[in-house]
């Protein structure tokens, strides 16, 4: 094992992140600055794979305060922290794309977990669930840090249950899906990334497609993604859902995989995505 700032990490491997440090501008090949303004650190010996999909090389890395300025030949300045990376491989941090750490990054929030793997940004609001308003969230990280970078999803469950409540297990009229998308506006103003839904559970299950497609557009008029859980497991369910429903707007996709599929099919302008259609009951 290798012992780098506190953290252990796997022998032959080496994650940047795991530092603390966030990947910026990332110049080519050049020598350190005359004068640094500032203690630099630098990585020196490692093998580096820098996330370009580029063969792994022998290079060096400084990083000047939170950013990684040089990745090439950088010989260390005088005052500058030297981090020997021989016979270790360095990387950017890693993103964890599908996180539901949210639920416990308050209460754990040196995320030994995801740190301990070079993982130095999570996504959460997965699958449907999310914190709400996503502005206090957010503030409240602000107040109280955690050892990764969050990002998260509004979730289509969350907000569902804002606007029916108890009353879920049917299809939302036209006037709560106007209230539905109101809310998703307020929450991707407020950072989120996107919309999640998690269609194989309550109260997900029940919606239309015409209610996901409408809030997935939402998303996209603010450059959001939409990610889903896809009805695939309540087998039960699914045998009742024998219809499909296909929507695609501008030419793009919008939807879930459909629930026999678990592999998803490549994207394509004349190949819209489908939904499976809910029947709106439920043992």
Not at 110 to 125: E, H, N, R, W
């Amino acid at each position: 094992m290798s012992r780098i700032r506190g953290l252990l990490l796997p022998a032959g491997v080496l994650v940047s992140a795991v530092l603390g440090l966030a990947a910026g501008d990332v110049t080519g090949d050049s020598a350190p600055p005359a004068a640094a303004t500032s203690r630099a650190t630098i990585i020196v010996g490692a093998t580096v794979l820098d996330g370009t999909g580029a063969r792994g090389r022998h290079a060096s890395v400084r990083i000047e305060g939170d950013r990684i300025a040089t990745v090439g030949r950088a010989a260390p300045a005088p005052g500058d922290e030297v981090v020997d990376g021989s016979g270790l491989v360095l990387a950017p941090g890693f993103i964890d794309t599908h996180s539901h750490g949210d639920g416990q990054i308050f209460d754990i929030p040196d995320a030994l977990a995801d740190t301990s793997q070079g993982i130095t940004t999570i996504v959460v609001g997965q699958d449907g669930s999310s914190y709400a308003p996503l502005e206090r969230f957010f503030r409240r990280l602000e107040r109280h840090p955690a050892a990764v970078n969050v990002a998260s999803y509004a979730g289509h469950g969350t907000i569902r249950d804002k606007v029916l409540g108890d009353d879920f297990r049917r299809h939302a009229t036209p006037a709560e899906i106007d209230k539905m998308q109101r809310l998703l506006e307020k929450e991707m103003r407020a950072g989120a990334v996107g919309l999640s839904s998690g269609l194989e559970y309550d109260p997900g299950i029940y919606s239309a497609p015409e209610e996901v497609v409408a809030l997935a557009k939402t998303a996209a008029s603010f450059g959001g993604r939409y990610i889903s859980h896809i009805r695939s497991e309540d087998r039960y369910f699914w045998k009742r859902t024998p219809s499909w429903r296909c929507a695609a707007t501008g030419g793009r996709a919008v939807g879930c995989w459909p629930a026999s599929s678990r592999r998803a099919p490549r994207a394509s302008t004349s190949r819209p995505t489908c939904i499976p259609t809910s029947t709106g009951s439920r043992p």
